[in-house]
């Protein structure tokens, strides 16, 4: 495609047509959606050679826009299908498949862009994105502590080597919200602001309110399907971590502070479709040195560790612990002593 920005609305704005589609239809539509975010991706992936350039310009700022918006269609229409009595029971698994794939894929690598982004408007829509998943404190953390502390023991969302993604899950999930709420308590310590004005807050009470109108909309096994969703999306977003950091340290200096952050903390993908399909969060290096870089613009440094297979394929090793490790530990090792 002669527009890299054309390729990410390609990417990401099929499978949310094929699920809403799929919602309401049922059918081939549900399997088309399922196809297009693991088959076709990985068949692209490898037999496609492309390298999609970085570009300072355009920011990509109207599809984030586009689908931010398109996420607030998908999940509540996704949670009504799955509560109502018109899809049958394998079209409803597949339903749930294909959108908790979206949702933890695309409009979580969406959300990601948008809570660094500068402007406030955008922040709130990639805030309320995560709140929508029940992981608002997402937030928070990932700027106020991930970033700060990445390759560290001091980051919850660093996975350390020989820890399986299960147990890293946990540790994850309890260690960003605690350290995410200290840092925002700091925060406001810093410019004397009351307790009142902690995000927290908003973030529960916003995940209050989503199961409250799933309740309300479409009853208990709309809650059901809705937590469902959200817990299937915070395993992918958690996945990403997990697999992006894994066994990366940053050396410590004579003062016992970490080294600066640098292409060889974070692990990359050099795959273009699926790169295409989460926005550009496969060049993982480029994003940390540069956080407020937009995604069109990341690039791939020549001295950051790559992964060998696409980050979706790398994904599901993982959840097979002794096969993740057999994979990646002697990369790790490698990378240790570069």
């Known amino acids: 495609m002669k527009s890299p920005l054309a390729l990410f ?14 919602a309401v239809r049922g059918g081939a539509w549900i399997l088309l959606a399922i196809l297009f975010q693991t088959a076709l991706t990985s068949i692209l992936d490898r037999w496609v050679h492309y390298v999609s350039p970085a570009r300072a310009t355009p920011t990509g700022g109207g599809l984030s826009i586009m689908l931010a918006l398109v996420h607030f269609a998908v999940l509540p229409i996704t949670v009504m299908a799955l509560a109502a009595d018109h899809l049958l029971s394998l079209e409803k698994v597949g339903l749930f498949f294909a959108a908790g794939l979206f949702l933890g894929q695309v409009s979580h690598a969406n959300a990601h862009e ?18 929508s998943i029940l992981f608002g404190h997402h937030t928070s953390a990932h700027v106020l502590v991930h970033h700060q502390h990445v390759a560290t023991s001091d980051d919850p969302n660093t996975s350390r080597r020989g820890e399986g993604f299960y147990r890293f899950m946990i540790r994850a999930w309890i260690g960003s919200f605690k350290q995410g709420f200290a840092a925002e308590q700091a925060r406001l310590a810093r410019i004397g602001a009351p307790f009142w004005r902690n995000p927290y807050l908003v973030y529960v009470g916003g995940a209050v ?3 409250a109108i799933a309740a309300q909309f479409a009853g208990r096994g709309g809650v059901v399907a809705y ?3 959200a817990a299937y999306a915070q395993t992918q977003l ?3 971590d997990y697999v992006q950091h894994y066994a990366l340290h940053r050396a410590r200096r004579d003062d016992g502070k970490p ?3 640098n292409a060889t903390h974070s692990w990359n993908s050099p795959h273009w479709f699926s790169s295409a399909l989460l926005l550009n969060g496969t060049r993982h290096s480029d994003h940390h040195a540069h956080p407020a870089r937009p995604y069109p613009a ?7 560790p790559m992964l060998p297979k696409p980050l979706p394929l790398m994904a599901a090793i993982a959840l097979v612990p002794p096969l993740w490790r057999r994979v990646m530990d002697p990369l790790a090792e490698r990378w240790a002593h570069a």
């Open 114 to 131: 948008l809570i660094h982004r500068p402007t406030k408007l955008a922040h709130r829509l990639g805030m309320w994105v995560y709140i």
């Open 259 to 261: 080294v600066p952050v």
């Open 9 to 22: 609305a390609v990417a990401t704005l099929t499978p949310a047509v094929l699920i809403l589609t799929g």
């Open 238 to 240: 958690l996945m990403s």
């Open 227 to 229: 937590i469902g969703l």
């Open 298 to 304: 990341l690039d791939l440094p020549e001295d950051a």
């Open 209 to 211: 309110l989503f199961i």
